[in-house]
């Protein structure tokens, strides 16, 4: 059964109160930049939107329009980096909602997390059922005066000579067209490739075969990639995991809902392996 936009509003809302992160956003002080929780607002951005009048080919451009002025519209300063449209489209097609949110206050397992909450307050509103969220988990603040503790704490402190040494320091950099050029994030083009379902299947045959992770594979298939390209077998990595792993056994992070990104350095040498298969 379809459920109005009123319901909608109301499970958001009480979701929007249930985890931190949808609350956040940044102020600029003499410090540097800040993350403040100003609580719950009296109105979440929320908005209904009528295009029943509409043809199914005529609403989908106008849907995509109101994606385009959200994702504009999203301020760090300003707060309300959650926003959400209840789109009317019956009877051309099923109404629709429409979320959008910062990356700050929700990355990809976040979203799921989410969702599967929002589905459980739907159903319990629609069933005249009190709003029953499961337990808190760490919260964002928590994890990040941990994490912050830690990276001050010896346990750090004694990996330091080890990405310090002069052999980390001396890696290949990757060869350019333009040498000199900006080396800023303005300046940075993506590059992105799919695979096909062939490709992904053989990737995941070869994980399981040498008993190791995707992206494990995917790295060494770069090296040899790297090392053909510039005679070099050495090259340091930034990754970027989005997880929930914690090196904290008193840290719970299998609910909680915010930017969890981890990034870290990783140096890989495939010197004397010459084949793939070695590698």
Known sequence: QPLGPDLIKEALTALVAHHDSMRLRLIAGDAGWQVVNDGLPEEIAFQVVDLSTLTQEEQEP??????????????????????????ILEPAQANQIMMMGHYVVADVLSWQIFLEDLDKVCQQLHQGQPINLPPKTTSIQQWTQQIETYAKSDDIKVEQDYWLSEARRNNVPLPVDFPGGANTVDSSQGIFMEMTREETEALINLSKAHNTRIHGAMLTGIMKAFETWTGSSSLLFELYVIGRDSPFDDVDLSKTV????????????????PSLDEA
Do not use: C, K, V
Request: no cysteine; net charge negative; proline share 2%.
């Open 62 to 87: 106008r849907m995509e329009e109101f994606h385009r002025e959200i994702t504009t519209s999203l301020d760090l300063q300003a707060g309300n980096l959650m926003r959400s449209i209840y789109f």
């Open 258 to 273: 915010g930017w969890l990104t981890f990034s870290y350095p990783m140096h890989l040498d495939i010197t004397g392996m």
